[in-house]
Every structure is written in C-alpha cells, then in structure tokens.
T-cell receptor
Framework: SAVISQKPSRDICQRGTSLTIQCQVDSQVTMMFWYRQQPGQSLTLIATANQGSEATYESGFVIDKFPISRPNLTFSTLTVSNMSPEDSSIYLC????????????FGQGTRLTVV | AQSVTQLDSHVSVSEGTPVLLRCNYSSSYSPSLFWYVQHPNKGLQLLLKYTSAATLVKGINGFEAEFKKSETSFHLTKPSAHMSDAAEYFCVVSDQLSGTYKYIFGTGTRLKVLA
C-alpha cells in the first residue's frame, strides 16, 4: 500500500484568490490523479498528473483554472485559481503504483470553502 | 466508454439484516471493479476489488461482491449489517488493459443502518 498526505486538510478562501494543494506519497508511484467531490456528490476526475510533462485534463477542466505540477514520482500539486463559491468542494489526490498494487490509493482530501 | 450505475442513492436496513448495494457497469474491455467506502469526514477506503480472478470477491468487514458478466453487475452484499457500516459506498470501474488506470466512480449509495 501507499500512504498519501494532503495539505491543507481544509481551508476557507476568499473568492478571486488561488489555493495550492499539495500531495505527498510515501513511495514512488507511476500514476497520480486529482479528483473533485462536490457536496453530496460523487468523485469526478479532474486530471492525470504526468511526471515531467503537462497534466492530462478531463472534459470540463482546463489548465488555466486547475494548474497541476508533478516534479517527481512522489509529489504533485493542484492549484485552484481565481476561486468562486462554485469551487467549494473536497479535492482528493490519488496514486497508483503500476506493476504491484492493482488499486488506487487516496489522500484524506482537502475540504475547500470559498466565501 | 466506461460507466458505472449505482441503482440506489439511499438504502436503509435494520441492524443485523442483510445489505445489498447494487452496481451495474459498462466497459469496452475487461474491467477491474472496486467498492470503496467513505465514512463522514474520512477518506476513501477500499472494501474489495475484482481484477479478473475469482468472480466472488471477499472484502473487509464481512462484505462480498459477485462479478456477473452476463448481467454486467457487481453488487455488494453483507449478511448482517452493523451500525458502523453506515456510510457512503462507491462502485468504481477501471480499465487497466488500456493502460489509462483511470477510475470512473458511480454516484454513490448512502447506507443507513437503523437500530
């Protein structure tokens, strides 16, 4: 298994500002992903964080709004830019280690409230 | 394209009675299927997984799921509900053969256990 730490665990932000969420895995992983879980809803994949290259975004998500970095095999960041109240959600980091585990591991999530 | 349908958004059972949470999937390839549980304000925990081995999969906390290809179903069951089982349950499909490893989440089923 892998342990995933996310920071911050929660934050309250003013609209128009940006927040960067950090995701640290305790071992090298092949794949890292970012999900959004809006209140009372399921998880939606935002993007796949690719090491050393631009992230791959899902339909409805764009790099200008959700820039992602992945400088190495254990770390990634997601920035929520120019926030509005509609961005209030839980953001989760996920990781997958290819060739070993066959399931993804999830961080505890970052609960973001935009006021 | 892959998709997951969780047929019930809410399920209520009495403590000590059986639990059935229904999930149907659609996948172009041989899917991997998972059930995750999310307790309030907690992270996602893997209950069990199907990855083309035995069709009856046993998980943690007494949960089981049976993969039925002919019915494209992967229903989650437990013989006897416990109060601690009250949580949100997500059925997930993943296509590993294509190498994308992306998870597609169902909309979730909220399980309520009555005393």
């Amino acid at each position: 298994s892998a342990v995933i730490s996310q920071k911050p665990s929660r934050d309250i932000c003013q609209r128009g500002t940006s927040l960067t969420i950090q995701c640290q895995v305790d071992s090298q992983v092949t794949m890292m992903f970012w999900y959004r879980q809006q209140p009372g809803q399921s998880l939606t994949l935002i993007a796949t964080a690719n090491q050393g290259s631009e992230a791959t975004y899902e339909s409805g998500f764009v790099i200008d709004k959700f820039p992602i970095s992945r400088p190495n095999l254990t770390f990634s960041t997601l920035t929520v830019s120019n926030m509005s109240p509609e961005d209030s959600s839980i953001y989760l980091c996920s990781a997958w280690r290819q060739g070993g585990a066959t399931e993804a591991f999830f961080g505890q999530g970052t609960r973001l409230t935009v006021v | 394209a892959q998709s997951v349908t969780q047929l019930d958004s809410h399920v209520s059972v009495s403590e000590g009675t059986p639990v059935l949470l229904r999930c149907n999937y659609s996948s172009s390839y041989s899917p991997s299927l998972f059930w995750y549980v999310q307790h309030p304000n907690k992270g996602l925990q893997l209950l069990l997984k199907y990855t083309s081995a035995a069709t009856l999969v046993k998980g943690i906390n007494g949960f089981e799921a049976e993969f039925k290809k002919s019915e494209t179903s992967f229903h989650l069951t437990k013989p006897s509900a416990h109060m601690s089982d009250a949580a949100e349950y997500f059925c997930v499909v993943s296509d590993q053969l294509s190498g994308t490893y992306k998870y597609i989440f169902g909309t979730g089923t909220r399980l309520k256990v009555l005393a």
